[in-house]
């Protein structure tokens, strides 16, 4: 029984820490260049220009205070779930973009890495959204 329990303790570092260290990378990458990702943003077409720059200074900010929450174990339940609804959102967004044959930069890390809209993003970013559903 102990073993089990401290299993079950360790998966659940895993599945935290896990995407802790995705959203400050990838905080930190968007932070990096905001004209870069701001030019990602534009290119969902979705917000009127008057709101590109701020949602693109918003959105990597964000992710880098929540990831380090995760990191932190510091109100985790309200990191993981504002996070998961951040997943959602661009999930369904590069779904879009991806199935109307757009597969430019997702703009995920930045120019850190630059990830190119594709089944692999959809499903890794699927993968995100189970770890933050258990966390």
């Known amino acids: 029984m102990i073993k089990e329990y401290g299993t079950e303790i360790l998966v659940r570092f895993v599945l935290r820490v896990i995407p802790g260290i995705v959203f400050v990378v990838s905080g930190a990458a968007k932070m990096w260049d905001i004209y870069g990702f701001s030019n990602v943003v534009r290119g969902y077409g979705i917000l ?10 918003i959105i990597p900010f964000a992710e880098f205070v929540l990831g380090t929450m995760l990191l932190m174990n510091f109100y985790s339940r309200a990191a993981s779930l504002s996070l998961f609804v951040m997943v959602i959102v661009f999930t369904g967004l590069s779904a879009m973009k991806y199935f109307s044959g757009n597969t430019s930069n997702s703009g995920c890390f930045g120019k850190l890495i630059d990830r190119n809209i594709n089944p692999n993003l959809l499903v890794e970013n699927a993968a995100l959204v189970v770890a933050l559903l258990l966390t």
Request: glycine fraction near 0%; charged fraction near 10%; aromatic fraction near 0%.
């Open 48 to 57: 009127p220009e008057s709101l590109v720059v701020p949602v693109s200074i």
